[in-house]
Structures are given as structure tokens and as C-alpha cells.
């Protein structure tokens, strides 16, 4: 006898795979919403410094095209008598990238370079 009319229910199980496979896209989706995991950062970037490095933006109120401040050959505002080299070492040191002993071998070679 042939209850199912002779209908063919085997690929059935197909439909369990897309509905399984829809929930845990769906639970993926709300766990990424909810810790703000979809945020479009740079990847390595601390959150909420947005998608562009820094100074590619001009500051509020100036208006400009994104990546249009500073100028492309500005020179980096420095003290006198400190070059652009000068304040990338103090940056990298003051951040703690750069021991004492490194901090003053640099310091050594770009005076010597001046």
C-alpha cells in the first residue's frame, strides 16, 4: 500500500539544512550586532577611530575632501630645531615602543645626521 501517494518525501531533509543553517546565520547575526562586531574599522584599530588613519579627515568646520588635509607636502608642525625624525622617535618612545637604551641610539645617529 502506498501511503505518501507515491510522492518521494526523501529530499525533505534538505529543508532541516536550510532551516538549521538559517538560525545559526541569524544567531551569528544578532551576536555581531550586539557586540558591535560589524563596526567597519581598520583592522587592528582601536574601536571608534573609524575606517580612515588618522589626519585623513580636515577638522570640523574646514570642509574639504577626505584625504585633502593636511596638504600632501605640508611639513609637519615642529618645534624649531626638532626635525620630523626627531618627533617620531619622542612619539615612539613616549608610547613605549622604544627602551632607553634604543631611545638614545637613535638619538645618537640623528645627531649625528644633523
Known sequence: MMWDYG????????????ML????????LAVRLLTGGLRHDRPGAPPGT????PGQYPPPGQGGVPGSYPPPNAAPDSPPGR??????????FARGELTVEQYRENLKVLDEES
Open 7 to 18: 510522492y518521494q518525501v526523501g529530499w525533505m531533509w534538505l529543508w532541516g539544512v536550510f
Open 21 to 28: 543553517a538559517g538560525i545559526v546565520v541569524l544567531v551569528i
Open 83 to 92: 626635525s620630523p625624525a626627531r618627533l617620531i622617535l619622542d612619539e615612539r
Open 50 to 53: 573609524g575606517p580612515h588613519a
